[in-house]
């Protein structure tokens, strides 16, 4: 079975880690799909948080990271997923994230598998990591939050963003 998990993992969490290898467990491969949405604004580039997923994922073989810019479901078929993975923190990532697997399902019959996220882990996001580490960087304060929930090559990117 081939997994497809996408996002935008701007940065990657220990959250995203948590989600795509407890899913390898169920699949035979899994590509982690960084999405390129022009809508939204990112703190890093496509390349740049595929390098960063590339390093965290290194000793992982059963997992795979590409870039896609199309539609999600465009790219499940494209690639022959037999599902994607997508991991749910809240109820409203659920009613975001069901709606979402419904368009897919409907542009591509391809299912969506929800894995809900390890408990000590549903706070953990993105958006919560960038604003605490422009704080934390910006006034050259402790990391050790940082470092915490994203993997070291994150922490590093981040601290070079946001230390310029």
Same mark, same amino acid.
């Given at each position: 079975?081939?997994?497809?998990y996408p996002g935008s993992f701007d940065p990657v &969490? +220990?959250?995203?880690? %948590? ?13 982690? =799909?960084?999405?390129?949405?022009? /809508?939204?604004? +990112?703190?890093? +580039?496509? =390349? ?9 994922? =290194? ?8 870039? !896609? ?17 997508? *991991?749910?923190?809240?109820?409203? %990532?659920?009613e975001r994230e069901n709606k979402y697997a419904a *368009? /897919? ?11 809900? =996220? +390890?408990?000590?882990? &549903? ?5 919560i990591i960038c604003e605490a580490a422009v704080h934390?960087?910006? /006034? /050259?304060?402790?990391? !050790? ?14 601290? %070079?963003?946001? !230390?310029?």
């Amino acid at each position: 079975m081939l997994l497809i998990y996408p996002g935008s993992f701007d940065p990657v &969490t +220990t959250g995203h880690i %948590d989600i795509a290898r407890r899913a390898s467990k169920f699949a035979d491969g899994i590509i982690v =799909a960084v999405l390129e949405n022009p /809508n939204k604004q +990112t703190l890093f +580039t496509a =390349a740049e948080r595929v390098a960063l997923l590339k390093e965290a994922f =290194a000793e992982d073989t059963k997992i795979k990271v590409e870039s !896609s810019d199309g539609l999600l479901a465009e790219f499940a078929k494209q690639k022959k997923a037999d599902a994607i993975v997508r *991991g749910l923190r809240t109820s409203e %990532d659920f009613e975001r994230e069901n709606k979402y697997a419904a *368009g /897919n399902a409907a542009l591509s019959s391809v299912e969506t598998i929800f894995l809900p =996220a +390890t408990p000590a882990l &549903t706070y953990v996001s993105s958006s919560i990591i960038c604003e605490a580490a422009v704080h934390i960087y910006k /006034n /050259n304060l402790d990391d !050790s939050f940082i470092a915490q929930l994203v993997p070291p090559s994150a922490r590093a990117a981040l601290r %070079d963003k946001f !230390s310029e």
